[in-house]
Protein backbone atom coordinates (compact mmCIF):
# COMPACT_ATOMS: atom_id res chain seq x y z
CA UNK A 1 0.00 0.00 0.00
CA UNK A 2 2.68 2.61 0.55
CA UNK A 3 3.51 2.96 -3.29
CA UNK A 4 0.06 3.73 -4.08
CA UNK A 5 -0.32 6.28 -1.09
CA UNK A 6 2.93 7.70 -2.15
CA UNK A 7 1.28 7.72 -6.21
CA UNK A 8 -2.12 8.84 -4.63
CA UNK A 9 -0.30 12.00 -2.61
CA UNK A 10 1.76 12.87 -5.99
CA UNK A 11 -1.10 13.15 -7.99
CA UNK A 12 -1.65 16.29 -9.86
CA UNK A 13 -4.54 18.41 -9.74
CA UNK A 14 -7.87 17.37 -12.40
CA UNK A 15 -8.57 20.62 -13.92
CA UNK A 16 -11.52 21.40 -15.71
CA UNK A 17 -9.13 22.06 -18.69
CA UNK A 18 -7.29 18.84 -18.62
CA UNK A 19 -10.96 16.82 -18.21
CA UNK A 20 -11.81 18.36 -21.57
CA UNK A 21 -8.47 17.69 -23.45
CA UNK A 22 -9.15 13.84 -22.28
CA UNK A 23 -12.82 13.97 -23.28
CA UNK A 24 -11.50 15.44 -26.30
CA UNK A 25 -8.73 13.41 -27.09
CA UNK A 26 -10.59 10.11 -26.35
CA UNK A 27 -13.29 10.90 -28.62
CA UNK A 28 -10.49 12.29 -31.64
CA UNK A 29 -8.62 8.58 -31.04
CA UNK A 30 -11.73 6.12 -30.30
CA UNK A 31 -13.23 7.31 -34.00
CA UNK A 32 -10.54 5.50 -35.56
CA UNK A 33 -12.46 2.30 -34.90
CA UNK A 34 -15.70 3.75 -36.81
CA UNK A 35 -14.91 5.75 -39.86
CA UNK A 36 -15.43 2.58 -41.75
CA UNK A 37 -19.00 1.84 -41.07
CA UNK A 38 -20.35 3.93 -43.00
CA UNK A 39 -18.11 3.85 -46.12
CA UNK A 40 -18.35 -0.26 -45.80
CA UNK A 41 -20.68 -0.19 -49.50
CA UNK A 42 -18.13 2.07 -51.00
CA UNK A 43 -15.34 -0.44 -49.83
CA UNK A 44 -17.85 -3.18 -51.40
CA UNK A 45 -18.04 -1.58 -54.93
CA UNK A 46 -13.67 -0.41 -54.91
CA UNK A 47 -12.76 -4.32 -54.00
CA UNK A 48 -15.83 -6.02 -56.26
CA UNK A 49 -16.43 -7.74 -52.79
CA UNK A 50 -19.60 -9.07 -51.53
CA UNK A 51 -21.34 -7.61 -48.34
CA UNK A 52 -20.00 -10.25 -45.83
CA UNK A 53 -16.22 -10.20 -47.48
CA UNK A 54 -16.03 -6.03 -46.69
CA UNK A 55 -17.80 -6.79 -43.04
CA UNK A 56 -14.80 -9.28 -41.95
CA UNK A 57 -12.84 -6.09 -41.81
CA UNK A 58 -15.03 -4.54 -39.54
CA UNK A 59 -14.88 -7.85 -37.18
CA UNK A 60 -11.45 -7.78 -37.45
CA UNK A 61 -11.24 -3.80 -36.23
CA UNK A 62 -13.16 -4.83 -32.90
CA UNK A 63 -10.86 -8.24 -32.84
CA UNK A 64 -7.61 -6.06 -33.30
CA UNK A 65 -9.00 -3.52 -30.84
CA UNK A 66 -9.59 -6.07 -27.97
CA UNK A 67 -5.52 -7.46 -28.34
CA UNK A 68 -4.20 -4.45 -28.14
CA UNK A 69 -6.82 -3.43 -24.90
CA UNK A 70 -5.15 -7.01 -23.47
CA UNK A 71 -1.76 -6.37 -24.62
CA UNK A 72 -1.36 -2.84 -24.18
CA UNK A 73 -4.01 -1.44 -21.53
CA UNK A 74 -2.50 -2.75 -18.55
CA UNK A 75 0.83 -1.56 -19.42
CA UNK A 76 -0.87 2.13 -17.83
CA UNK A 77 -0.50 0.45 -14.16
CA UNK A 78 3.60 -0.48 -14.74
CA UNK A 79 4.17 2.13 -16.81
CA UNK A 80 4.56 6.29 -16.93
CA UNK A 81 0.92 7.12 -18.59
CA UNK A 82 1.71 9.94 -20.74
CA UNK A 83 4.57 8.15 -22.60
CA UNK A 84 2.52 5.36 -23.30
CA UNK A 85 -0.19 7.35 -24.23
CA UNK A 86 2.12 9.05 -26.77
CA UNK A 87 3.56 6.04 -28.22
CA UNK A 88 0.49 4.35 -29.16
CA UNK A 89 -0.78 7.62 -30.83
CA UNK A 90 2.05 7.87 -33.23
CA UNK A 91 1.71 3.90 -34.18
CA UNK A 92 -2.12 4.38 -34.60
CA UNK A 93 -1.48 7.15 -37.61
CA UNK A 94 0.98 5.11 -39.48
CA UNK A 95 -1.90 2.13 -39.10
CA UNK A 96 -3.80 4.51 -40.61
CA UNK A 97 -1.73 5.58 -43.60
CA UNK A 98 -1.43 1.60 -44.09
CA UNK A 99 -5.30 1.24 -44.53
CA UNK A 100 -5.37 4.03 -46.39
CA UNK A 101 -3.61 2.90 -49.45
CA UNK A 102 -4.80 -1.08 -49.05
CA UNK A 103 -4.88 -2.65 -52.91
CA UNK A 104 -6.97 -6.00 -52.52
CA UNK A 105 -8.98 -7.46 -49.35
CA UNK A 106 -5.96 -9.23 -47.56
CA UNK A 107 -4.45 -5.65 -47.69
CA UNK A 108 -7.29 -4.12 -46.03
CA UNK A 109 -8.06 -7.03 -43.38
CA UNK A 110 -4.34 -6.76 -42.23
CA UNK A 111 -4.92 -3.18 -41.97
CA UNK A 112 -8.00 -2.73 -40.32
CA UNK A 113 -6.42 -5.17 -37.48
CA UNK A 114 -3.56 -3.11 -37.27
CA UNK A 115 -5.74 0.26 -37.10
CA UNK A 116 -7.81 -2.12 -33.73
CA UNK A 117 -5.10 -3.37 -32.01
CA UNK A 118 -3.23 0.11 -32.00
CA UNK A 119 -6.18 3.03 -31.12
CA UNK A 120 -6.05 1.99 -27.53
CA UNK A 121 -5.23 5.26 -26.69
CA UNK A 122 -9.12 6.00 -25.10
CA UNK A 123 -9.02 3.24 -23.03
CA UNK A 124 -5.92 4.30 -21.43
CA UNK A 125 -7.13 8.06 -20.89
CA UNK A 126 -10.73 6.81 -19.44
CA UNK A 127 -9.05 5.08 -16.18
CA UNK A 128 -6.17 7.42 -16.40
CA UNK A 129 -8.98 10.61 -15.57
CA UNK A 130 -10.56 8.20 -13.19
CA UNK A 131 -7.38 7.83 -11.42
CA UNK A 132 -6.99 11.46 -10.85
CA UNK A 133 -10.50 12.25 -10.02
CA UNK A 134 -11.06 12.21 -6.34
CA UNK A 135 -13.36 9.83 -5.16
CA UNK A 136 -16.86 11.64 -4.92
CA UNK A 137 -16.40 13.37 -8.04
CA UNK A 138 -15.01 9.94 -10.11
CA UNK A 139 -18.70 8.90 -11.87
CA UNK A 140 -18.89 12.54 -13.26
CA UNK A 141 -15.54 12.62 -14.42
CA UNK A 142 -16.01 9.12 -15.69
CA UNK A 143 -19.22 10.28 -17.63
CA UNK A 144 -17.67 13.35 -18.83
CA UNK A 145 -14.76 12.15 -20.53
CA UNK A 146 -17.20 9.13 -21.41
CA UNK A 147 -19.44 11.55 -23.38
CA UNK A 148 -16.27 12.90 -25.56
CA UNK A 149 -14.99 9.07 -26.57
CA UNK A 150 -19.30 8.65 -27.21
CA UNK A 151 -19.42 11.60 -29.44
CA UNK A 152 -16.53 10.91 -30.83
CA UNK A 153 -17.73 6.97 -31.98
CA UNK A 154 -20.71 8.84 -33.54
CA UNK A 155 -19.75 11.91 -35.05
CA UNK A 156 -16.68 9.68 -36.72
CA UNK A 157 -19.86 8.34 -39.02
CA UNK A 158 -21.05 11.73 -39.65
CA UNK A 159 -17.57 12.91 -40.67
CA UNK A 160 -16.49 9.71 -42.47
CA UNK A 161 -19.76 9.53 -44.58
CA UNK A 162 -19.25 12.90 -46.12
CA UNK A 163 -15.41 12.38 -46.56
CA UNK A 164 -15.85 9.00 -47.81
CA UNK A 165 -18.86 10.76 -50.49
CA UNK A 166 -17.07 14.12 -51.40
CA UNK A 167 -13.79 12.62 -51.43
CA UNK A 168 -13.66 8.27 -51.29
CA UNK A 169 -13.58 6.14 -48.53
CA UNK A 170 -9.46 6.35 -48.71
CA UNK A 171 -9.16 10.23 -47.89
CA UNK A 172 -11.16 9.54 -44.74
CA UNK A 173 -8.26 7.49 -43.21
CA UNK A 174 -5.52 9.83 -44.57
CA UNK A 175 -7.03 12.62 -42.50
CA UNK A 176 -7.70 9.77 -39.84
CA UNK A 177 -3.76 9.50 -39.80
CA UNK A 178 -2.96 12.92 -39.68
CA UNK A 179 -5.22 14.06 -36.41
CA UNK A 180 -3.39 11.56 -34.86
CA UNK A 181 -0.29 13.08 -35.44
CA UNK A 182 -1.71 16.21 -33.96
CA UNK A 183 -3.18 14.53 -31.11
CA UNK A 184 0.52 13.22 -30.35
CA UNK A 185 1.92 16.37 -29.76
CA UNK A 186 -1.00 17.92 -28.22
CA UNK A 187 -1.19 15.22 -25.30
CA UNK A 188 2.56 15.22 -25.21
CA UNK A 189 2.22 18.84 -24.12
CA UNK A 190 -1.01 18.99 -21.57
CA UNK A 191 -1.11 15.35 -20.14
CA UNK A 192 0.60 15.47 -16.45
CA UNK A 193 3.39 12.52 -15.84
CA UNK A 194 2.68 10.78 -13.23
CA UNK A 195 4.58 7.76 -11.46
CA UNK A 196 3.57 3.97 -12.57
CA UNK A 197 0.95 2.89 -9.61
CA UNK A 198 2.69 -0.15 -9.36
CA UNK A 199 6.11 -2.07 -10.36
CA UNK A 200 4.45 -5.44 -11.16
CA UNK A 201 6.47 -7.26 -14.03
CA UNK A 202 4.34 -7.20 -17.59
CA UNK A 203 3.68 -11.40 -17.09
CA UNK A 204 2.27 -10.80 -13.63
CA UNK A 205 0.49 -7.90 -14.72
CA UNK A 206 -1.18 -10.40 -17.80
CA UNK A 207 -1.75 -13.17 -15.20
CA UNK A 208 -3.18 -11.33 -12.48
CA UNK A 209 -6.19 -10.33 -15.26
CA UNK A 210 -7.08 -13.69 -14.87
CA UNK A 211 -7.43 -13.29 -10.97
CA UNK A 212 -9.53 -10.39 -11.41
CA UNK A 213 -12.01 -12.19 -13.70
CA UNK A 214 -11.81 -15.60 -11.41
CA UNK A 215 -12.01 -12.94 -8.18
CA UNK A 216 -14.72 -10.38 -8.77
CA UNK A 217 -18.12 -11.34 -9.90
CA UNK A 218 -19.07 -7.72 -10.38
CA UNK A 219 -16.95 -7.49 -12.79
CA UNK A 220 -17.95 -10.74 -14.70
CA UNK A 221 -21.44 -9.55 -14.29
CA UNK A 222 -20.42 -5.85 -16.33
CA UNK A 223 -18.17 -7.29 -18.52
CA UNK A 224 -20.89 -9.51 -20.03
CA UNK A 225 -23.63 -6.90 -19.79
CA UNK A 226 -21.10 -4.61 -21.59
CA UNK A 227 -20.47 -7.09 -24.39
CA UNK A 228 -23.86 -7.87 -25.45
CA UNK A 229 -24.76 -4.05 -25.12
CA UNK A 230 -22.03 -3.09 -27.58
CA UNK A 231 -22.65 -6.41 -29.35
CA UNK A 232 -26.15 -5.38 -30.55
CA UNK A 233 -25.31 -1.80 -31.14
CA UNK A 234 -22.55 -2.81 -33.83
CA UNK A 235 -25.03 -5.54 -35.25
CA UNK A 236 -27.20 -2.79 -36.20
CA UNK A 237 -24.01 0.16 -37.51
CA UNK A 238 -22.11 -2.82 -39.52
CA UNK A 239 -24.75 -3.26 -41.86
CA UNK A 240 -26.82 0.34 -41.37
CA UNK A 241 -24.78 2.08 -44.75
CA UNK A 242 -25.59 -1.55 -46.59
CA UNK A 243 -29.33 -1.45 -45.74
CA UNK A 244 -29.69 2.71 -46.42
CA UNK A 245 -28.09 1.60 -49.91
CA UNK A 246 -30.43 -1.54 -50.62
CA UNK A 247 -33.60 -1.04 -52.87
CA UNK A 248 -35.70 0.14 -49.91
CA UNK A 249 -33.90 4.03 -49.80
CA UNK A 250 -30.71 3.93 -52.10
CA UNK A 251 -28.97 6.46 -50.03
CA UNK A 252 -25.31 6.66 -50.11
CA UNK A 253 -22.54 6.72 -46.98
CA UNK A 254 -23.30 10.33 -46.22
CA UNK A 255 -27.07 9.83 -45.37
CA UNK A 256 -25.67 6.70 -43.34
CA UNK A 257 -23.56 9.07 -41.50
CA UNK A 258 -26.06 11.07 -40.24
CA UNK A 259 -27.59 8.92 -38.30
CA UNK A 260 -24.45 9.11 -36.09
CA UNK A 261 -24.98 12.89 -35.62
CA UNK A 262 -28.51 12.51 -34.70
CA UNK A 263 -27.46 9.53 -32.15
CA UNK A 264 -24.74 11.93 -30.89
CA UNK A 265 -27.64 13.31 -28.56
CA UNK A 266 -27.64 10.12 -26.32
CA UNK A 267 -24.16 10.86 -25.63
CA UNK A 268 -25.27 13.92 -23.13
CA UNK A 269 -26.48 11.64 -21.14
CA UNK A 270 -22.96 9.93 -20.35
CA UNK A 271 -22.50 12.66 -17.46
CA UNK A 272 -25.78 12.68 -15.99
CA UNK A 273 -25.40 8.22 -15.96
CA UNK A 274 -22.53 9.21 -14.14
CA UNK A 275 -24.10 11.33 -11.47
CA UNK A 276 -27.10 8.75 -11.03
CA UNK A 277 -24.55 5.81 -10.45
CA UNK A 278 -23.25 7.86 -6.90
CA UNK A 279 -26.79 7.38 -5.75
CA UNK A 280 -28.01 4.26 -7.40
CA UNK A 281 -25.90 1.35 -7.52
CA UNK A 282 -24.10 1.06 -11.12
CA UNK A 283 -25.64 -2.67 -11.54
CA UNK A 284 -29.03 -1.52 -11.36
CA UNK A 285 -29.00 1.92 -13.69
CA UNK A 286 -26.74 -0.32 -16.46
CA UNK A 287 -29.29 -3.06 -16.59
CA UNK A 288 -31.94 -0.44 -17.03
CA UNK A 289 -30.22 1.26 -19.41
CA UNK A 290 -30.20 -2.09 -21.14
CA UNK A 291 -33.54 -2.63 -21.43
CA UNK A 292 -33.93 1.04 -23.15
CA UNK A 293 -31.12 -0.34 -25.88
CA UNK A 294 -33.82 -3.33 -26.30
CA UNK A 295 -36.74 -1.13 -26.51
CA UNK A 296 -35.00 0.73 -29.38
CA UNK A 297 -34.45 -2.15 -31.71
CA UNK A 298 -38.56 -2.46 -31.29
CA UNK A 299 -38.91 0.96 -32.55
CA UNK A 300 -36.29 -0.19 -35.71
CA UNK A 301 -38.10 -2.82 -36.00
CA UNK A 302 -41.58 -1.24 -36.39
CA UNK A 303 -40.71 1.53 -38.27
CA UNK A 304 -37.93 0.08 -40.58
CA UNK A 305 -39.22 1.63 -43.67
CA UNK A 306 -39.13 5.17 -42.50
CA UNK A 307 -36.31 6.96 -42.06
CA UNK A 308 -37.75 9.26 -39.37
CA UNK A 309 -38.70 5.97 -37.42
CA UNK A 310 -34.90 5.05 -37.68
CA UNK A 311 -33.22 8.06 -36.68
CA UNK A 312 -35.36 7.95 -33.49
CA UNK A 313 -34.50 4.52 -32.86
CA UNK A 314 -30.98 5.34 -33.12
CA UNK A 315 -31.19 7.81 -30.48
CA UNK A 316 -33.04 5.51 -28.01
CA UNK A 317 -30.11 3.06 -28.76
CA UNK A 318 -27.36 5.07 -28.13
CA UNK A 319 -29.19 6.97 -25.19
CA UNK A 320 -29.10 2.79 -23.62
CA UNK A 321 -25.89 1.78 -25.07
CA UNK A 322 -23.43 5.28 -23.55
CA UNK A 323 -25.63 4.64 -19.75
CA UNK A 324 -24.88 1.17 -20.05
CA UNK A 325 -20.92 1.73 -20.82
CA UNK A 326 -20.51 4.77 -17.79
CA UNK A 327 -22.54 2.52 -15.49
CA UNK A 328 -20.90 -0.59 -15.87
CA UNK A 329 -16.85 1.55 -15.95
CA UNK A 330 -18.43 3.27 -12.70
CA UNK A 331 -18.74 0.18 -10.95
CA UNK A 332 -15.52 -1.49 -12.00
CA UNK A 333 -13.51 0.92 -11.53
CA UNK A 334 -14.66 1.41 -8.01
CA UNK A 335 -13.28 -2.37 -7.38
CA UNK A 336 -9.69 -1.19 -6.91
CA UNK A 337 -7.56 1.68 -6.99
CA UNK A 338 -4.50 0.06 -8.14
CA UNK A 339 -5.48 -1.97 -10.68
CA UNK A 340 -7.66 0.17 -12.75
CA UNK A 341 -6.30 -0.41 -15.95
CA UNK A 342 -6.09 -3.90 -15.45
CA UNK A 343 -9.61 -3.90 -14.38
CA UNK A 344 -10.36 -1.65 -17.85
CA UNK A 345 -8.58 -4.16 -19.81
CA UNK A 346 -10.97 -7.06 -18.94
CA UNK A 347 -13.68 -5.09 -19.40
CA UNK A 348 -12.86 -3.14 -22.31
CA UNK A 349 -11.63 -7.15 -24.07
CA UNK A 350 -14.79 -8.41 -23.05
CA UNK A 351 -16.81 -5.33 -24.52
CA UNK A 352 -15.31 -5.58 -27.96
CA UNK A 353 -15.35 -9.04 -28.43
CA UNK A 354 -19.20 -8.33 -27.80
CA UNK A 355 -18.81 -5.65 -30.43
CA UNK A 356 -16.88 -8.06 -33.20
CA UNK A 357 -18.86 -11.18 -32.75
CA UNK A 358 -21.73 -8.45 -33.69
CA UNK A 359 -20.49 -7.24 -36.68
CA UNK A 360 -19.99 -10.84 -37.66
CA UNK A 361 -23.73 -11.81 -36.70
CA UNK A 362 -24.69 -8.15 -38.42
CA UNK A 363 -23.41 -9.28 -41.35
CA UNK A 364 -24.46 -13.03 -41.84
CA UNK A 365 -28.01 -12.45 -40.74
CA UNK A 366 -28.44 -8.73 -43.06
CA UNK A 367 -27.53 -11.31 -46.08
CA UNK A 368 -30.00 -14.22 -45.35
CA UNK A 369 -32.76 -12.39 -42.95
CA UNK A 370 -32.81 -8.78 -44.02
CA UNK A 371 -33.35 -6.00 -41.38
CA UNK A 372 -36.11 -8.18 -39.46
CA UNK A 373 -32.78 -10.47 -38.25
CA UNK A 374 -30.62 -7.44 -37.64
CA UNK A 375 -33.02 -6.59 -35.01
CA UNK A 376 -33.45 -10.02 -33.71
CA UNK A 377 -30.33 -10.92 -33.31
CA UNK A 378 -29.25 -7.51 -31.93
CA UNK A 379 -32.31 -8.03 -29.17
CA UNK A 380 -31.33 -11.74 -28.49
CA UNK A 381 -28.07 -10.71 -27.46
CA UNK A 382 -29.26 -7.72 -25.04
CA UNK A 383 -31.29 -9.96 -23.38
CA UNK A 384 -28.65 -12.66 -22.88
CA UNK A 385 -26.82 -9.87 -21.21
CA UNK A 386 -29.78 -8.92 -18.93
CA UNK A 387 -29.78 -12.54 -18.01
CA UNK A 388 -26.40 -12.90 -18.19
CA UNK A 389 -25.21 -12.76 -14.11
CA UNK A 390 -27.30 -15.80 -13.98
CA UNK A 391 -24.60 -17.79 -15.37
CA UNK A 392 -21.44 -15.86 -15.06
CA UNK A 393 -22.63 -14.19 -11.75
CA UNK A 394 -25.36 -15.20 -9.60
CA UNK A 395 -24.36 -12.53 -6.39
CA UNK A 396 -23.20 -10.26 -8.49
CA UNK A 397 -26.47 -8.17 -7.57
CA UNK A 398 -26.40 -8.83 -4.01
CA UNK A 399 -24.86 -7.10 -1.31
CA UNK A 400 -21.03 -8.24 -1.55
CA UNK A 401 -18.12 -7.95 0.64
CA UNK A 402 -15.63 -5.12 -0.05
CA UNK A 403 -13.68 -6.65 -3.47
CA UNK A 404 -10.13 -4.43 -2.76
CA UNK A 405 -9.03 -6.70 -0.61
CA UNK A 406 -8.70 -8.92 -3.13
CA UNK A 407 -6.50 -7.44 -5.40
CA UNK A 408 -2.69 -6.81 -4.85
Known amino acids: MQPEQAVEQSKPVLSKRLILVMA ?11 YGQPLLNDMRVSFHATSWQVGISA ?43 AQDLWWLYAASLAVGITTVVPQMIVPFAAHLAAPAERGKVV ?64 KSLFTLIRELPDLRDASL ?51 ITARIPAKYTARLATCVTLLSFLILWLFRQHLIGLMIGVII ?60 ASSILLILGILGFL ?7 MPSHDPRDLIN
Open 24 to 34: IAAGLAVANLY
Open 59 to 101: TLTQVGYACGLFFFVPLGDSHERRRLIVRMSISAAIALVFLAV
Open 143 to 206: GTVMSGLLIGILLARTLSGFIGSEFGWRAMYLIAAVIMVLLTVTLRWLLPGLPAATQTPYGTLL
Open 225 to 275: LGAMSFGGFSVFWTVLSLYLAGPQFHLGADVAGLFGLAGAAGAFIAPAAGS
Open 317 to 376: MDLGVQATQVSNQARIYSLSDAARNRLNTVYMVTYFLGGALGSFIGSFVFDNWHWGGVCA
Open 391 to 397: AVAPKAL
